[in-house]
Each structure stands twice: as C-alpha cells, then as structure tokens.
Nanobody, 127 residues
Framework: QVQLVESGGGLVQAGGSLRLSCAASGRTFSSYVMGWFRQAPGKEREFVATISRNGGITYYVDSVKGRFTISRDNAKNTVYLQMNNLKPEDTAVYYC????????????????????WGQGTQVTVSS
C-alpha cells in the first residue's frame, strides 16, 4: 500500500511559478512509476507528466512541454512538478499517482494504469 500526499498548490499570477511536491509512504518508492495528472472544473482528468523509477525517463503532455519539469528524489520518497510560466489554462486540481514499474511499464500516461492516488492540490492561475 502506498499513500500519497500532495502539497505546494496555490494562487499565482500568469507567468509565475509553483513547485508541487508529492510525498509517498513506504520503503519501496523507487519501485514505482510516478505521474502527475490534473482536472479542471467540468473537464476530464488529464495526464500531465510521468517519470520512471530512477528518474531517467520522463514524458509530458504537449501543452506543458518546456514549462513543467517532473523530477524525483528516491531518498526522500518524493516526486516534484516544477511549473514555470504558468497560464490560466493550467488552473486545475493536480494529483500525483503511482504504479509499480515493470519490464513493460517504465512510464505510463494512462490514468487507468495507476493504482495509488493522492488527494489533490489546487492550482489557480489568474490572468
């Protein structure tokens, strides 16, 4: 069982930055693929970024490439999402998620693949 707790959300002006953190319980954090998803009001949850168990592979949705960076510190059981040049359309509740890494699943953008989810943290970007 893995428990995930996000933090770092808030209100920021367009062009600003935020860094989200997701702290995981358990001693096997380094065995998990981690992902960030977001859900805006009235919209489906969408993939944002994912990172492999050792951090060597990352993947982003096109709309955040060049602005967001996912990273992880396995010694601290934490995954981060650095968000720069934020836009009003980035406003959403952001969730981190985890799934065990396998030979055939190094990263994944599919929300259905993830077994564990945090409670979410609100990010609001004003124009």
């Amino acid at each position: 069982q893995v428990q995930l707790v996000e933090s770092g959300g808030g209100l920021v002006q367009a062009g600003g930055s935020l860094r989200l953190s997701c702290a995981a319980s358990g001693r096997t954090f380094s065995s998990y693929v981690m992902g960030w998803f977001r859900q805006a009001p009235g919209k489906e949850r969408e993939f944002v970024a994912t990172i492999s168990r050792n951090g060597g592979i990352t993947y982003y949705v096109d709309s955040v490439k060049g602005r967001f960076t996912i990273s992880r510190d396995n010694a601290k059981n934490t995954v981060y999402l650095q968000m720069n040049n934020l836009k009003p359309e980035d406003t959403a509740v952001y969730y981190c998620a985890a799934v065990l890494s396998t030979l055939y699943r190094v990263v994944t953008t599919n929300s259905g693949d993830y077994d564990y989810w945090g409670q979410g943290t609100q990010v609001t970007v004003s124009s």
